[in-house]
């Protein structure tokens, strides 16, 4: 199945009624997801005879995010990293754990990086092992939870780090960060929709 047919679905399952077509939103949920400010898309579809409000597109963006449960796998052994989300004046880190071939098994956002919050995400992903970089939060954290453990700067890590590529690359059109007021709901809430459509894409095609 397209990636296009499967937003369309998702879309057709979160929203009771439709005074837009499907696949209208499916359209404007992928041109922004491939970088088209939420004005541009907006732009787009009046241009088609569309008059639709910039929350509006941003309601069905976010709303791809509730299929995040059916889109993530199950692991034996994950590999696990974080990565500073800024916004406004406040930082984030984003914690990402995903099977050998890339596939999202568990992500969280979090106000620290530290052993409890390492320890949290690795718990959650119902993993026997994992593979991290050598960040000294893992250390405990997978003492205490006693899962088999490698840690590499490079190698199959790599299939976690290139994650954060494309999302880094996606935020710049932010310029490097999230609208001054976006709330820490809001930025979840973005980074859910964009794994699941990214795994959508690219992962599952």
């Known amino acids: 199945m397209r990636a296009r047919q499967v937003i369309e679905e998702i879309l057709s399952k979160v929203f009771k009624w439709h005074r837009f077509p499907v696949s209208l939103k499916a359209e404007a949920v992928l041109l922004y997801f491939k970088g088209l400010s939420l004005r541009a898309v907006r732009e787009f579809l009046l241009h088609k005879g569309y008059e ?23 692991a034996v052994w994950v590999y696990v990293d974080e990565t500073k989300v800024k916004v406004r004046d406040r930082t984030y880190y984003l914690w990402l754990a995903v099977d050998e071939k890339g596939l999202p098994v568990f992500m969280h956002l979090s106000g620290r990086r530290d052993a409890w919050t390492a320890k949290l995400v690795l718990y959650n992903t119902k993993a026997k092992g994992c593979t991290t970089d050598k960040g000294p939060w893992y250390v405990s954290a997978v003492k205490g939870l006693a899962m088999e453990w490698l840690h590499e700067t490079f190698g199959k890590r790599n299939v976690v780090e290139r994650w954060f590529f494309y999302i880094k690359h996606r935020i710049k059109r932010f310029y490097k960060r999230f609208p001054w007021n976006a709330k820490y709901e809001t930025v979840y809430r973005w980074l859910a929709s964009f794994i699941v459509i990214y795994t959508i894409m690219e992962l599952k095609s």
């Open 52 to 74: 639709v409000s910039i929350e509006a597109i941003r309601e069905w963006f976010h709303a791809v995010g509730k299929a995040l449960q059916a889109i993530y796998t199950i």
